[in-house]
């Protein structure tokens, strides 16, 4: 009976160290995966950031575009401006020509009119001439008066179409 009562020392000092041992890889396989998980909460919290990065890349891309797109806009709206200016300028430059023609015409038919008036003045003082002297006398003053009213009328009219020619100038 003595032996159900012994227990195998050696025995149990084996099982002890395997289980020591076993205790000890489990452990170290604890520090790794500790450490694994370490790196991988640093990768993780390194890629949130990188992608708030890249996100605010991304939004900062997209105003770039936004504005740029306005800028566009803004350039073909300012290119259509300019061809209906220079459009509106040919018009009132072909305007002004017409009417500086037609004023011209006007000038010269003032002036055809002015020399057949004075022809006519001509004409009526010869007449006058043949009258007496005191009768030539006031008939050449009201010819003289006539003539200079009609040539005051006339420079009137010419100036005024220079005040016309001078006011499209300036508005070209």
Same mark, same amino acid.
């Given at each position: 009976?003595?032996?159900?009562?012994?227990?195998?020392?050696?025995?149990?000092?084996?099982?002890?160290?395997?289980? $020591?041992?076993?205790?000890?890889?489990?452990?170290?396989?604890?520090?790794?995966?500790?450490?694994? /998980?370490? =790196?991988?909460k640093?990768?993780?919290?390194?890629?949130?950031?990188?992608?708030?990065?890249?996100?605010?890349? %991304?939004?900062?891309?997209?105003?770039?575009?936004?504005?740029?797109?306005?800028?566009?806009?803004?350039?073909?709206?300012?290119?259509?401006?300019?061809?209906?200016?220079?459009? =509106?300028?040919?018009?009132?430059?072909?305007?002004?020509?017409?009417?500086? $023609?037609? /004023?011209?015409?006007?000038?010269?038919?003032?002036?055809?009119?002015?020399?057949?008036?004075? =022809?006519g003045?001509?004409? $009526?003082?010869?007449?006058?001439?043949?009258q007496? /002297?005191?009768?030539?006398?006031? +008939?050449?003053?009201?010819?003289?008066?006539?003539?200079?009213?009609?040539?005051?009328?006339?420079? %009137?009219?010419?100036?005024?179409? =220079? +005040?016309?020619?001078? +006011?499209?100038?300036?508005?070209?």
């Amino acid at each position: 009976m003595n032996k159900l009562n012994c227990v195998n020392l050696e025995l149990i000092l084996e099982e002890f160290e395997q289980l $020591e041992q076993k205790i000890t890889k489990i452990n170290g396989k604890n520090s790794m995966l500790e450490m694994m /998980s370490e =790196d991988a909460k640093r990768l993780n919290k390194f890629y949130e950031t990188k992608e708030k990065s890249l996100i605010d890349d %991304k939004n900062s891309l997209r105003l770039t575009v936004k504005q740029l797109q306005q800028t566009l806009q803004e350039q073909c709206d300012l290119r259509a401006e300019n061809e209906r200016l220079k459009n =509106d300028v040919t018009a009132l430059r072909e305007e002004k020509e017409r009417t500086a $023609e037609a /004023s011209a015409a006007e000038v010269q038919q003032l002036l055809a009119e002015m020399r057949a008036e004075e =022809d006519g003045h001509r004409r $009526e003082l010869e007449a006058v001439r043949q009258q007496s /002297s005191r009768e030539v006398e006031d +008939v050449h003053r009201e010819a003289l008066r006539q003539l200079a009213a009609k040539e005051a009328e006339m420079m %009137k009219q010419l100036e005024e179409k =220079d +005040v016309e020619l001078e +006011v499209m100038k300036r508005r070209m």
